[in-house]
């Protein structure tokens, strides 16, 4: 029995940290106006990590959603672990996940923090939220050893 939780527990601990840190490499490779980019940067020389890539295609959605995507995805995972695990729980998960992005996006638009405030980073998070719940859905149905 301690060894499920201990595998869910690390599976869950995977699936927020794992995506943040990839997010904030995304951020350091592409991107040099993201706040999180400048606190490091103040810290660590980031410089050599700079990439110059196009904006077309997945150059695109890679440089301006990936991370916003990565990020969702990990949220999802820390709110269901906070909230509960349990199907119900789902349902709470996503409208709290929902309306923390909406938030984030709606601070954006009316300049209370720093982003541009863009339809498709909710759509991306979106999609990041529904993957995350598909996820957690499918693993709940598998048997641990």
């Known amino acids: 029995m301690m060894i499920k939780n201990y595998r869910k527990i690390l599976f869950y601990l995977l699936n927020i940290v794992v995506p943040l ?3 904030v490499f995304v951020y350091g490779i592409f991107r040099e106006d993201i706040l999180i980019v400048d606190y490091l940067s ?8 700079r990439i110059d890539i196009s ?4 150059r695109y959605f890679v440089r301006y959603y990936l991370a916003d995507f990565l990020w969702a995805y990990s949220l999802t995972f820390a709110v269901n672990m ?3 695990i ?3 729980d789902l349902i709470k998960t996503f409208f709290l996940c929902l309306i923390v992005v909406l ?3 709606g601070a954006q638009l009316s ?9 498709f980073d909710v759509l991306v998070e979106f999609l990041a ?7 957690i859905i499918i693993t709940k149905g598998e048997k641990n050893e």
């Open 21 to 23: 840190v990839l997010g």
């Open 42 to 49: 103040r810290y660590i020389d980031l410089s050599f990590l």
């Open 55 to 58: 904006n077309d295609g997945i």
């Open 82 to 84: 906070v909230i509960g």
């Open 86 to 88: 349990e199907p119900k």
């Open 103 to 105: 938030c984030i996006e």
């Open 111 to 119: 300049d209370i923090t720093n982003g541009t405030a863009d339809i």
């Open 129 to 135: 939220i529904i993957l995350a719940i598909i996820i």
